[in-house]
């Protein structure tokens, strides 16, 4: 079999066409104005400042324009909650984006949740993950929802399927788990305390890999024709999942690079871009 690739470099491209188009019909009817999305990096966590960076330049690829809100280390809640609230208040920015993790003296639930619903666009609030749960108009969380808008795209199959998503993190296990059951899928969500891992894994017809430990989840307890979509991220280009002695046996997987990273940043874009048009005209 060969397997179909996921591949979201390609789709994030063509869909930042879409937005590029969209951006500027709306600078043409508003006097040039575009949509802001205010990004906020508290301490100097190089990776952090990489992704921060991307999300930048995708809304300068696009034709958008970023603020690039950088908070020192030593930040406290407070100072964090102040800054967020000046967004909300600021009507030239349209979406805020609060990057993941924050330094630990910082509640940073709290931070997320101060987020105005309506510039939510990286779909981190309580609120937007209850309305989004309940079905109701939302931004998605920008990883899961890019994930749900690649297999969309590629017609896969989720209405009845068994989704297993391993990792129940806020901004990734959890919302994905619900978007998987709005989407009619039958779903179970793996975590460090569930037992018998493998053999959940191994029931998959649709796999999501979300627990941020390199190559955890082993190729051997994969079935065969598995959907195999890997959230993971780390240094040396791998993800979650050992992907490679899967490439032929399993029906489709999203490649680390090139897969969920691109979506992700282009469902934040998308989303601002939403955002924006809703705001100004
Ligand atoms: N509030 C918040 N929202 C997030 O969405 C969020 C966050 N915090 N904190 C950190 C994670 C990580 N994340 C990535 C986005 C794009 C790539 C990406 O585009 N990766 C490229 C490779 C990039 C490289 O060269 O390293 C790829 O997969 O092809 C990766 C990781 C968003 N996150």
Known sequence: MTALILDGKTLAASWEEQLTERVSALKNRSNGRTPILATILVGDDPASATYVKMKGNACRRVGMDSLAVEMPGSTSTEQLLAKIDELNNDPNVHGILLQHPVPEQIDERACFDAIALHKDVDGVTCLGFGRMAMGEDAYGCATPKGIMRILEHYKIDIEGKHAV?????????????????????????????????????????????????????????????????????????????????????????????????????????????????????
Request: aromatic fraction near 4%.
């Open 165 to 281: 998503v391993v990792g129940r993190s806020a901004i990734l296990g959890k919302p994905m788990a619900m978007m998987l059951l709005e989407a009619n899928a039958t779903v179970t969500i793996c975590h460090s305390r569930t037992k018998n891992l493998p053999d959940l894994i191994k029931q998959a017809d649709i796999l999501v890999g979300a627990v941020g430990k390199p190559e955890f989840i082993k190729a051997e307890w994969i079935k065969d024709g598995a959907v195999v979509v890997d959230a993971g991220y780390h240094p040396g280009g791998v993800g979650d999942i050992e992907l490679a002695p899967l490439v032929d046996r399993v029906s489709a997987y999203t490649p680390v690079p090139g897969g969920v990273g691109p979506m992700t940043i282009n469902t934040l874009i998308f989303q601002s871009v939403d955002s924006g048009e809703k705001a100004i005209a």
